[in-house]
């Protein structure tokens, strides 16, 4: 399937029998399907960061030549890790709004230059660091790394959720957040959740081997693989148990698994996946438990007719031009 037609595709200039030929086209390729949505998200955020004046077509053509164009290498040779999702880069270029930034920090015998990715409502992104570290980064969430690592530590600093495949080094590498709780590790897999207006603080082992050190870096815990360690900042008291690890590493794939969770937590997921408010005007559906999974390109309303099926619940919804902005549930 052509660019030019994926294009066409996710920005609506496009007619319905041509839609449904296309769709058939993304679903039977994997890689089409990779492109589309790696396009649909980069045009999502295009439409978010214009304000000021209507994004068009021509936006999205001229980012996507640029890319393909210089192929990333200008931002290599300044040590910048690549973006496998370009649309991070996309407010920066086209619209004055930095959501990848550099700073520097105070000046000390070795100077760091700091990047920082910030993640909308509704979006992932996916960056590799200078030392091969591969994270997905996802909605809400923000990502602060160094552009080059010093000698004797990798630190990075998350707020909200991210999977991490870290590189093998002798090095230790570090992942700090607001909840003075950090991951300390080597080289491994796992998927690390700290939103800062949640209550858990969630650490999952897909590969290898964690410690969850405090800040003064005490060793709390060790994890060993499919093991999940828990932190309810309320109560200040933590779990670790062993987890199906495919509930919590699968949105990185755009699929969201959920087991016997309640209404109110899959609430706060759908919020950050759909980039909506959702009110919960019952308290007696609040506790309602729930075991599905979802597709982050499935209509939202589609959702709540499947939460119907299994549960009594009614829902009104609050729309500006046409779209979802506000849900109540009762």
Same mark, same amino acid.
């Given at each position: 399937?052509?660019?030019?037609?994926?294009?066409?595709?996710?920005?609506?200039?496009?007619?319905?029998?041509?839609?449904?030929?296309?769709?058939?086209?993304?679903?039977?390729?994997?890689?089409?399907?990779?492109?589309?949505?790696?396009?649909?998200?980069?045009?999502?955020?295009?439409?978010?960061?214009?304000?000021?004046?209507?994004?068009?077509?021509?936006?999205?053509?001229?980012?996507?030549?640029?890319?393909?164009?210089?192929?990333?290498?200008?931002?290599? +040779?300044?040590?910048?890790?690549?973006?496998?999702?370009?649309?991070?880069?996309?407010? /920066? !270029? #086209?619209? @004055? $709004?930095?959501?990848?930034?550099?700073?520097?920090?105070?000046?000390?015998?070795?100077?760091?230059?700091?990047?920082?990715?910030?993640?909308?409502?509704?979006?992932?992104?996916?960056?590799?660091?200078?030392?091969?570290?591969?994270?997905?980064?996802?909605?809400?969430?923000?990502?602060?790394?160094?552009?080059?690592?010093?000698?004797?530590?990798?630190?990075?600093?998350?707020?909200?959720?991210?999977?991490?495949?870290?590189?093998?080094?002798?090095?230790?590498?570090?992942?700090?957040?607001?909840?003075?709780?950090?991951?300390?590790?080597?080289?491994? +897999?796992?998927?690390?959740?700290?939103?800062?207006?949640?209550?858990?603080?969630?650490? /999952? !082992? #897909?590969? @290898? $081997?964690?410690?969850?050190?405090?800040?003064?870096?005490?060793?709390?815990?060790?994890?060993?693989?499919?093991?999940?360690?828990?932190?309810?900042?309320?109560?200040?008291?933590?779990?670790?148990?062993?987890?199906?690890?495919?509930?919590?590493?699968?949105?990185?794939?755009?699929?969201?698994?959920?087991?016997?969770?309640?209404?109110?937590?899959?609430?706060?997921?759908?919020?950050?996946?759909?980039?909506?408010?959702?009110?919960?005007?019952?308290?007696?559906?609040?506790?309602?438990?729930?075991?599905?999974?979802?597709?982050?390109?499935?209509?939202?309303?589609?959702?709540?007719?499947?939460?119907?099926?299994?549960?009594?619940?009614?829902?009104?919804?609050?729309?500006?031009?046409?779209?979802?902005?506000?849900?109540?549930?009762?």
């Amino acid at each position: 399937m052509k660019e030019e037609d994926i294009i066409r595709l996710v920005t609506g200039q496009i007619d319905t029998k041509e839609k449904e030929k296309f769709l058939e086209q993304v679903s039977g390729s994997p890689e089409t399907k990779e492109e589309y949505y790696k396009i649909k998200n980069l045009w999502a955020l295009t439409l978010q960061a214009e304000s000021k004046r209507k994004a068009n077509i021509s936006d999205l053509q001229k980012f996507k030549k640029t890319i393909q164009r210089k192929k990333l290498i200008s931002f290599r +040779k300044k040590t910048f890790p690549i973006l496998k999702y370009a649309a991070v880069f996309l407010l /920066t !270029l #086209i619209a @004055g $709004k930095f959501i990848f930034k550099e700073n520097e920090v105070a000046k000390t015998e070795d100077i760091l230059e700091f990047n920082e990715i910030s993640v909308p409502p509704g979006q992932m992104a996916e960056v590799t660091l200078s030392d091969g570290t591969n994270i997905f980064i996802n909605s809400c969430s923000s990502l602060k790394y160094p552009a080059r690592f010093k000698s004797d530590e990798r630190k990075v600093y998350l707020s909200g959720e991210a999977f991490f495949s870290v590189t093998k080094n002798s090095t230790p590498f570090i992942v700090e957040t607001n909840s003075q709780k950090n991951i300390k590790v080597l080289g491994t +897999k796992f998927n690390l959740m700290a939103y800062p207006n949640d209550i858990l603080y969630q650490a /999952t !082992l #897909i590969e @290898g $081997k964690i410690a969850i050190v405090d800040s003064e870096d005490n060793e709390l815990s060790q994890l060993s693989p499919g093991e999940q360690y828990s932190y309810d900042m309320v109560r200040n008291k933590y779990t670790v148990k062993t987890v199906n690890t495919n509930l919590y590493d699968s949105w990185k794939n755009g699929i969201y698994t959920f087991d016997h969770e309640t209404l109110e937590d899959l609430s706060s997921r759908l919020e950050r996946i759909f980039n909506l408010k959702i009110n919960i005007n019952n308290n007696t559906i609040r506790n309602y438990k729930f075991t599905g999974t979802i597709s982050r390109n499935v209509p939202f309303e589609q959702i709540l007719k499947i939460i119907q099926i299994s549960a009594p619940i009614k829902y009104k919804f609050k729309e500006t031009n046409g779209a979802i902005e506000e849900v109540t549930l009762y």
